[in-house]
C-alpha cells in the first residue's frame, strides 16, 4: 500500500477552497492509502502570529479535519509538534541542503517580501521551512504528497535532499513523486472571480468558510461577482465569475460544470442552486465540528494517539537517518 502523507497550517477555519480543493481528496485518499495527515504547528512559526492563539488554532484547524470527513481509525492526523522527530530530522537535512538551494524557493522570496520587510529580516525559518517540510515529507516514507501548485517546488526539493542523502550517505529515504495531478476542484473568490478563494483577501465576502452559517453562505452566493451578461455558460477565461458558480456546483452535486449551464438561462436562478447546494454540502459537515469541537477531551486523545502511532513511524526513520549520517546512537 502507498503511502501518502500531507501537512496543513494551523489556520484554524477551513473555507470551501481548502475543503473542496484539498481536504475532500485526502478524504478519498485514507481509504485508499496508508495515509498520514499533520497540522504543521511549526511551521506557523516561520511568520508573525499570535501565541495565545496558535494552540486554539491548533484544536480547530484538527477539528475541521475531522468534521470534514478524516476517521482517525483509517488514517493517522496529528499535530507536528507532537513528534520531535521532525525537527531533528530537519536539521540533518539542513545540513543536506545548500544555501543556493533555499534562496530559489518562490515561496520565501514572496512570503518575506509581503509579510517580513524584505528577506535581511525574515526569519531564518521562514528561509528553513522547506526543509522542515522535507523533513514531514520523507520521516513518513511518504511516495504520495497530495499538494497545491504553490507547494510544487518545496516537494521538489524534498526529492533532491532525499536523493542527495541517499547517494552521501547510501540508501535510506523513499524519493517521493514529484508532483501530482490537481485532484480538487479550483474554487476562486466570490468578489474576485480570478483569484483563488483565500482566508487572506481583503474582502471576507468571497470567502464562504465551512463554518459559515446558512443565511451567511446564501447572502455569499447572492452576492457574488459575476458579470454584465446574461447568458450562463460556462467559459473560465471570459466569464469567471459564473463559471466559477458552475464550478462549485459541480463540486458539491457531482455533475459537470458545462453541462449544468445547460440548465440555467438566468443568474439568480443558479445562484440559488448553488446556494441551496452548498448549504446542503455543509450541513453535515457543521453537525460533526460541533461534536467533535464540543469534547476538546476526545480530540485531545484523538491527536495523541495520532501522535503516538505518527511517532512510530517517525523514530524509525529518524533513526535510520542518523546512523546513516554518522551519528553514534545514543
Ligand atoms: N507548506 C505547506 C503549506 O503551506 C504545508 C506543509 C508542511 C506540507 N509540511 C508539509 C504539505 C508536508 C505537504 C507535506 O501548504
Known amino acids: 500500500m502507498t503511502r501518502v ?30 495515509a498520514f495527515f499533520c497540522v504543521v504547528d511549526l511551521h506557523a512559526l516561520t511568520l508573525d502570529y499570535d501565541p495565545a492563539a496558535l494552540a486554539e488554532r491548533t484544536l480547530v484547524t484538527a477539528a475541521c479535519l475531522l468534521a470534514v470527513g478524516l476517521d482517525p ?19 540533518l537535512l539542513e545540513c543536506t541542503a545548500s544555501m543556493g538551494e533555499l534562496r530559489r524557493m518562490t515561496q520565501f522570496k514572496d512570503k518575506a517580501l509581503r509579510d517580513d520587510g524584505g528577506t535581511e529580516s525574515a526569519r531564518v525559518g521562514l528561509f528553513t521551512y522547506p526543509v522542515l517540510m522535507a523533513a514531514d515529507i520523507l520521516l513518513y516514507d511518504a511516495d504520495r504528497v497530495p499538494v497545491g501548485d504553490d507547494q510544487r517546488q518545496h516537494l521538489e526539493l524534498a526529492r533532491d535532499l532525499a536523493i542527495r542523502f541517499n547517494g ?13 495531478p490537481a485532484a480538487g476542484a479550483r474554487v ?43 447568458e450562463v455558460r460556462y467559459d473560465p477565461a471570459a466569464k469567471p465569475g459564473v463559471s466559477n458558480l458552475l464550478d462549485l456546483l459541480a463540486a458539491a452535486t457531482g455533475g459537470k460544470p458545462a453541462q449544468l449551464a445547460e440548465g440555467y438561462t438566468t443568474y439568480g436562478a443558479l ?13 453535515p459537515v457543521q453537525q460533526r465540528y460541533r461534536e467533535v469541537a464540543d469534547d476538546r477531551g476526545e480530540l485531545r486523545r484523538v491527536l495523541a494517539a495520532g501522535a503516538e502511532r505518527a511517532h512510530q513511524v517517525a523514530a524509525a526513520t529518524y533513526e535510520r537517518a542518523a546512523g546513516a549520517a554518522g551519528l553514534l546512537a545514543p
Not at 168 to 180: C, E, I, M, S, Y
Open 168 to 180: 552521501r550517505h547510501g540508501d535510506t529515504f523513499v524519493v517521493p513523486q514529484a508532483a501530482l
Open 271 to 283: 445562484k440559488a442552486d448553488v446556494a441551496d447546494a452548498l448549504v446542503a454540502l455543509l450541513e
Open 188 to 230: 476562486m473568490d466570490l468578489q474576485e472571480p480570478t483569484r483563488k478563494m483565500s482566508k487572506s483577501v481583503s474582502s471576507p465576502q468571497g470567502t464562504v468558510l465551512v463554518l459559515d452559517p446558512p443565511d451567511v453562505v446564501r447572502r455569499k452566493v447572492r452576492r457574488a461577482v459575476t458579470d454584465t451578461e446574461t
Open 5 to 34: 502523507l500531507s501537512g496543513v497550517q494551523p489556520s484554524g477555519e477551513m473555507h470551501l477552497g481548502n475543503y473542496l480543493g484539498a481536504f475532500r481528496s485526502w478524504v478519498a485518499d485514507q481509504h485508499e492509502h496508508d
Open 73 to 91: 481509525e483509517t488514517c493517522t492526523l496529528f499535530v507536528q509538534s507532537h513528534v520531535p522527530e521532525h525537527p531533528r530530522l530537519a536539521w
